[in-house]
């Protein structure tokens, strides 16, 4: 049946909605209950949105690659739709957003290693049709996407996240703002943040370094932190960058004096989340399902599929199935198991517009 010709399930925060978020939960370790789960659909204003109703079987491969930050959260949405299709499978590849981005928009990348060790993969160079990337194209890359391809690249938002400011669980840092955190990481400032102290904190603090940890060039958080902390100025020379992020956070576990930044899926008990400002006087908040969809945090941030679909054509249909998975409350609900956050209904209701325009 033609999902235009369906009429549209509604669901609200419910026992049984709810049930699925604690049952998923239950994996990672979470105590979450029914209740407090259905406060933060609630909060997070994803209210209402569709039922997931399979249009039909499919069978067939999807690859996704790119995103380091968003690999945990596409594996359990990958495993979760799998059972909704067993004959379709979906394979997740990390690998970096920047430098998948580059990939992507040149429409060309190396052989995915999982292929190749299952035999299946081919030599040389292949085409990507999805890519998975912690922050958006720029103006730049879009533009050499639609001059290459003579289309745009299709964006989807499948979550919300956060990037998280992390130091070790023993730092009593109560807040910083981006102002301080450009001081700490960038170059050229009047008034460079080096000791613990420097920031307010006494005792065996007081002259402590601050050592500082970030990710590599590859990654899209550094790309989305560079921007909105550094404004596109050059970095420390002795930020210690680390590969992925949790790496990162697993070196500051291990460091009193650490400070980081990465994706909000990544926090462990060994280190703490810490409050941030936009500016020295602005009140701090802490990156909850609330900041994070208002946009009151201020590294709030979308994550994205992209997909090369020329509009004229019809989509593949395990990528649209899988599309329409990740939009719908069952998809949502795999979400804020990943311990990432669900969509706002607007984004919602918008990527329920776009992908009824790809049905046939």
């Known amino acids: 049946m033609n999902v235009q010709n369906r009429p549209q399930t509604i669901l609200k925060p419910s026992v049984l909605a709810a049930g699925l978020i604690v049952a998923l939960l239950s994996g990672t370790g979470s105590t979450a209950g029914a209740e407090q789960v259905e406060r933060i659909i609630r909060v997070a204003n994803v209210t209402a949105t569709e039922a997931y109703q399979p249009m039909t079987a499919v069978e067939g491969r999807l690859s996704i690659a790119g995103s380091d930050t968003m690999r945990p959260l596409l594996v359990k949405l990958a495993a979760d739709f799998s059972r909704n299709h067993p004959k379709a499978k979906v ?7 920047s430098q998948g981005l580059r990939e992507f928009v040149l429409g060309l990348s190396g052989q995915r290693r999982g292929d190749k060790a299952r035999g299946t993969g081919t030599e040389g160079a292949s085409t990507v049709t ?7 194209l720029n103006e730049q890359e879009h533009g050499h996407f639609t001059s290459r391809f003579g289309y745009e690249p299709l964006a989807i938002p499948i979550a919300m996240d956060a990037v998280a400011i992390y130091v070790h669980a023993s730092n009593p840092i109560p807040h910083l703002s981006l102002e301080q955190l450009a001081s700490i990481y960038g170059t050229g400032s009047a008034s460079p943040l080096t000791t613990w102290g420097q920031l307010g904190l006494g005792d065996r603090w007081s002259q402590a370094p601050i050592d500082v940890y970030g990710r590599d060039n590859r990654s899209g958080t550094k790309t989305f932190f560079s921007e909105l902390v550094l404004h596109g100025k050059p970095q420390k020379s002795t930020v210690l960058e680390e590969p992925g992020s949790a790496s990162e956070v697993l070196t500051i576990a291990r460091n009193p004096f650490a400070i980081g930044y990465a994706g909000i899926g990544f926090n462990i008990s060994d280190i703490r989340v810490v ?19 208002t946009g009151s945090y201020p590294l709030s941030r979308p994550l994205y599929l992209y997909i ?9 249909p395990v990528l649209l199935e899988f599309l329409r998975y990740v939009n719908s409350a069952q998809g949502q609900a795999v979400v804020l198991a990943a311990k990432v956050y ?6 919602q209701e918008k990527n329920q517009t776009l992908l009824k325009a790809f049905t046939r």
């Open 91 to 97: 394979a997740v590849e990390g690998g970096g957003s």
């Open 130 to 136: 999805v890519f998975a990337s912690s922050r958006a």
């Open 275 to 293: 409050p941030l400002a936009k500016t020295d006087g602005d009140q701090a908040v802490a990156p909850t399902a609330e900041t994070v969809t």
């Open 308 to 316: 090369n679909s020329d509009p004229k054509s019809e989509m593949h």
């Open 342 to 347: 669900p969509l706002p209904q607007t984004i």
